[in-house]
């Protein structure tokens, strides 16, 4: 098959927000306790904390962590994990029908991001939690006057704030599945009230106002929290239909998802219009991936090429939407539906890292304007009818002038000759390209053979006269481009 990319150099579209690389780490399954926080493990250091996980975590780059979830936040109360551990009481987790011990709890995820060198963003309960108990765990985070809960801080071994920017009102509280789930408007009268008294507690935080992916909610708790918040969430797994080809389907579920991105975008200008509000409200992807196959904990995904590819797809997406996504984050970070995957003797990289490693490492900040001419496939989970084959998008390094062409062929057979053309510069030469692919579109990495799929980079001296790159069939590859004059 043939594509051609033209990119105009000169034209800068939106700057990436990198908050768009992060990850989230739930209370569930293994993601916690036996991924990122084993005490007791001779792999982890002397505050639990896995140190191979760690660096594993930190060469995906990830930019913020959201923490403590997900479903479990909507019955979690923080002062169980703050303290001597001794004294952290277990409780019953009525999210995913466990028992929390509460050894790791607030200082330990502030410590963890501190190891990662991740922005922390904590979830606040809005199921069943309270105004005064949000207020309060902003105090105990934030405060650095004579109050009560930031003295509790200072007494638990914390003399300065922990500083905690990023805060999300609640977890999907559209959903039955959720404990304390509401009706958009009970939502949105919360969540308003809630804010207000955050905003007193701590006027410099950023508030994230939950989305539900759907017009009417989104349009209610937009209409009536916009004034107070800085972003609003939307949550997106991606998983095959029954009745269709389980590819296909797969891999036009992103594009679904970014058309409900451009929706959404459309619903904050129209609110912002509406109430004239200046300041800006992002969107916070907060949770994202491929998730169809183990709906029930421990939910240990094992994920194949094709899974990548996907993940590699939505990148794209969301970086060609810069000006409104501004937070991202996979979901989950370690074990649970997520890109490493540990025993206590090790781990391995699941196919997803490799496109999330490549997009946090080899893409420019500066979002270029340029299109992809080619073939697509037929989808009913599109309004445009049809997904692309080939996705684009070409960004760019501006101090290095460095040229990031990100090209994933979803064509599950066909080979991808990609024609690239430039507009206002030249490509030099020392071109280098990242790839990841693979024989076959079900292979998965494993303790076994943990490198079936991995990123592999080749150096090229050039593309040609006539630039041209062959994507392999489903494939990822990050063309690396300096540019000359
Ligand atoms: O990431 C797994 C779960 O998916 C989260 O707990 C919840 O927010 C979503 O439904």
Redesign the pocket.
């Known amino acids: 098959m043939r594509a051609v990319v033209r990119i105009d150099t000169a034209r800068a579209v939106a700057v990436i927000d990198r908050k768009i690389y992060g990850n989230?780490a739930?209370h569930?399954g293994r993601c916690i306790y036996g991924g990122i926080y084993e005490p007791g493990s001779p792999r982890s250091d002397e505050r639990g904390f896995r140190t191979d996980v760690a660096e594993a975590v930190r060469d995906l780059g990830v930019s913020i962590l959201r923490w403590p979830?997900?479903?479990?936040v909507s019955g979690y109360h923080w002062l169980d994990g703050v303290g001597p551990r001794e004294e952290r009481p277990h409780r019953h987790d009525l999210?995913w029908h466990a028992i929390e011990t509460n050894q790791f709890g607030t200082n330990e995820f502030i410590a963890y991001c501190q190891l990662i060198g991740a922005e922390p963003y904590l979830c606040l309960n809005l199921g069943t939690g309270t105004i005064d108990e949000a207020a309060a765990w902003l105090a105990y985070c934030n405060c650095d006057d004579s109050t009560y809960y930031a003295e509790l801080r200072r007494k638990h071994g914390h003399r300065e704030p922990h500083r905690v920017a990023y805060w999300g009102l609640g977890?999907?509280l559209y959903?039955d599945?959720q404990i304390g789930h509401k009706t958009a408007e009970e939502y949105a009268r919360l969540a308003e009230e809630t804010a207000k008294v955050l905003r007193w507690t701590d006027p410099t935080i950023k508030l994230v106002a939950c989305g539900a992916q759907r017009v009417d909610w989104d349009w209610e708790v937009l209409s009536r929290v916009a004034r107070h918040v800085d972003y609003i969430s939307a949550?997106f797994?991606f998983g095959p239909r029954p009745d269709e080809d389980r590819i296909t389907s797969l891999l036009a579920a992103p594009f679904a998802a970014a058309e409900y991105l451009d929706i959404l975008s459309g619903l904050i200008a129209g609110v912002r219009r509406e109430q004239k509000i200046d300041h800006p409200i992002g969107i916070a992807v907060d949770?994202w991936n491929v998730?169809y196959r183990q709906r029930k904990p421990p939910?240990e995904e094992q994920y194949d090429l094709t899974d990548a590819v996907c993940v590699a797809a939505f990148l794209n997406l969301l970086r060609e939407r810069a000006a409104h996504v501004t937070i991202a984050n996979l979901?989950?970070l370690v074990n649970?539906?997520a890109p490493i995957f540990t025993r206590p003797d090790g781990l391995f990289r699941q196919t997803i890292y490799w496109p999330l490693y490549a997009a946090a490492r080899f893409s420019g900040s500066t979002v270029l304007r340029s299109d992809v001419e080619c073939d697509g496939f037929s989808s009913p989970r599109v309004l445009a009818g049809s997904v692309p084959y080939l996705s684009g998008l070409a960004t760019l390094d501006p101090d290095r002038r460095v040229l990031f062409l990100s090209l994933v062929n979803l064509h599950p057979r066909e080979a991808m000759e990609t024609r690239i053309l430039l507009r206002e510069a030249r490509m030099a030469d020392r071109i280098r390209a990242h790839v990841i692919t693979g024989d076959h579109p079900d292979t998965i990495n494993s303790f076994e053979n943990p490198d079936a799929i991995h990123l592999v980079t080749r150096n090229l001296s050039a593309l040609g006269t006539e630039p041209t790159w062959e994507a392999p069939p489903l494939s990822a590859s990050v063309l690396e481009i300096p540019l000359g004059g």
């Open positions: 989230f739930e569930l979830g997900g479903n479990f999210a977890n999907e959903g599945w949550h797994y949770e998730w939910l979901a989950q649970v539906i």
